[in-house]
């Protein structure tokens, strides 16, 4: 048999706890309809790790119908245990917020005036200028050479042109599958305020 996880024990434990009550002889309807409405009913759990510092607190992530509907503390992760503090348990608003920018500024070059574009007209120009400076730029084994012309043999077969600062509210899981694109575009500037 598995041995109990914390979580479980918990669980147990409410179940107990309500049977005790429910011998005696109290109504339990209204707490059983509570228990029905509560948010996370039905939801999947998601185990995740809060991306906010290098506390690296594990998280549970509810997620209903494609949606996150909560975020809390993991009380089986071993470096928490169910707590968080005040910035990991808002973690749910990073994701869910209907303050979040959906589109971006930009200045042309040369330009004084600031536009605002859509995000995908942003995530276009991004994909070209990535794409135009990898092409130009790239380092290939034995034939490395810096701007000036100068061999770089420590500076091989990647793109130093282009470099990539992450964020704490970027989530674990966006951190990781981002290290992966750009470890596999050749970029090795990465950087990340976030130590997981
Ligand atoms: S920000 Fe708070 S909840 Fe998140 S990992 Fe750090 S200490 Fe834990």
Do not use: H
């Amino acid at each position: 048999m598995s041995p109990t996880t914390r979580r479980q024990f918990f669980r147990n434990g409410r179940t107990a706890a309500v049977g005790a009550i429910a011998g005696l002889g109290l109504d339990l309807k209204p707490v059983k309809a509570a228990a029905a409405k509560l948010k996370i009913q039905g939801a999947r759990e998601v185990p995740s790790v809060c991306p906010y510092c290098a506390v690296g607190c594990g998280q549970i992530v509810s997620v209903k119908d494609g949606q996150i509907i909560n975020i809390e503390g993991n009380p089986d992760s071993p470096i928490n245990q169910g707590t968080l503090c005040p910035k990991g348990s808002a973690a749910f608003q990073l994701a869910v917020n209907p303050n979040r920018l959906t589109k971006v500024k930009y200045r042309a070059p040369n330009a004084t005036e600031w536009e605002e574009k859509p995000l995908d007209w942003a995530m276009d120009r991004i994909a070209k200028l990535m794409k135009e400076t990898r092409d130009r730029d790239f380092v290939l084994q034995g034939k490395g050479k810096d701007r000036e012309g100068r061999i770089v043999p420590k500076m091989l077969n990647n793109c130093p042109t282009i470099a990539s600062l992450g964020g704490a509210t970027m989530d674990n899981e966006w951190n990781y599958v981002q290290l992966k694109l750009w470890r596999s575009l050749g970029l090795i500037w990465l950087e990340n305020q976030a130590r997981i």
